[in-house]
T-cell receptor
Framework: KQEVTQIPAALSVPEGENLVLNCSFT??????LQWFRQDPGKGLTSLLL?????REQTSGRLNASLDKSSGRSTLYIAASQPGDSATYLC???????????FGSGTQLTVLP | NAGVTQTPKFRVLKTGQSMTLLCAQD?????MYWYRQDPGMGLRLIHY???????AKGEVPDGYNVSRLKKQNFLLGLESAAPSQTSVYFC???????????????FGEGSRLTVL
């Protein structure tokens, strides 16, 4: 059974700092890994998707890397802003049923 | 463009009561999903549907039933609510299994259910 872990559960940083969020998964036989953003009281918005054959994806100030063999992904946020405050979840697509398994998320607070 | 709409957004139930959550999507998607989100546990799949008239169990199906009588709607029912079903419920949809693989999965804004 696939398990996804995110550390830390919560993170508070001053504005402008570069930061890294971590995601690990137990079964390396994945189709892809996604990073989502969740704002309070809202649904999930996809930020970046890395296919199993890729090593990284970039979108603006966000960069996600994937090391499938070690079961790890990182989300790098450059020059953080208060508007980046949200919960970030990673999810892996795996199994014959192609189901998403989510981590429990990292709650990020960027202080002005 | 409504996307994925969930109703109601909030509900308080007493133990033993029944209720139905409605998910509606206007994107002509084949695949629809119901997840629950609990503190410290991420999202867990309850049931899903790969097309009109079909449903399948996910990771945590016990205590829930679903129906997909119309392609655009996916209903989640609680026949006899329990405090353990207090959670935030999310519906999601995608055009196809391939679309899920390319990240085209769209979520509703959630329904917060409290069972007393």
């Amino acid at each position: 059974k696939q398990e996804v872990t995110q550390i830390p559960a919560a993170l508070s940083v001053p504005e402008g700092e570069n930061l890294v969020l971590n995601c690990s998964f137990t079964d390396s036989a994945i189709y892809n890994l996604q990073w989502f953003r969740q704002d309070p009281g809202k649904g999930l918005t996809s930020l970046l998707l890395i296919q199993s054959s890729q090593r990284e994806q970039t979108s603006g100030r966000l960069n996600a890397s994937l090391d499938k063999s070690s079961g790890r992904s990182t989300l790098y946020i450059a020059a953080s802003q208060p508007g980046d405050s949200a919960t970030y979840l990673c999810a892996v697509l795996s199994g014959s049923a192609r189901q998403l398994t989510f981590g429990s998320g990292t709650q990020l607070t960027v202080l002005p | 463009n409504a996307g994925v709409t969930q109703t109601p957004k909030f509900r308080v139930l007493k133990t033993g009561q029944s209720m139905t959550l409605l998910c509606a999507q206007d994107m002509n998607h084949e695949y629809m999903y119901w997840y629950r989100q609990d503190p410290g546990m991420g999202l867990r799949l309850i049931h899903y549907s790969v097309g009109e008239g079909t449903t399948a169990k996910g990771e945590v199906p016990d205590g829930y039933n679903v129906s997909r009588l119309k392609k655009q709607n996916f209903l989640l029912g609680l026949e006899s609510a329990a405090p353990s079903q207090t959670s935030v419920y999310f519906c999601a949809s995608s055009y196809s299994r391939l679309a899920v693989s390319t990240g085209e999965l769209f979520f509703g804004e959630g329904s917060r259910l409290t069972v007393l």
